[in-house]
């Protein structure tokens, strides 16, 4: 299952939110799991949470994906945080992820509208 953290739910694991802890025990232990970090959403949560983006740097388990001219062209004249559309370019179908990914977040209803398979990792 391939699985994309948003800022939100990047910075619940930086506070110890159990179930985003568990995703990636999961990744780890199994390799059934494969987590997503897009680069501009960790940004984000790291200016909130700071050092959290060297600790996940240090990790295996996780995919960092850059913040490519795709993705710039699909924020362009969005509404919603570079961030939070870097995520969502990264849960889209793609070859390597033809079915797409899910976003795993604290925040559900922030997608709402946005056509794509959340997680809900709120405790």
Known sequence: MDVVLDDSALIALGSGNILASRILRQAAET????????????AEAD?????LAGHLGMLDQVVFHPLDLAAVLTASGQD??????????????????PEGARVATVEPKEWDQAGVRVLDLSP
């Open 47 to 51: 200016r909130v949470r700071v050092g």
């Open 31 to 42: 390799g059934s799991w494969r987590i997503h970090v897009a680069l501009a959403a960790l």
């Open 80 to 97: 919603r945080s570079i961030g939070w559309c870097h995520t969502r370019h990264v849960v889209m179908p793609s070859p390597e992820r």
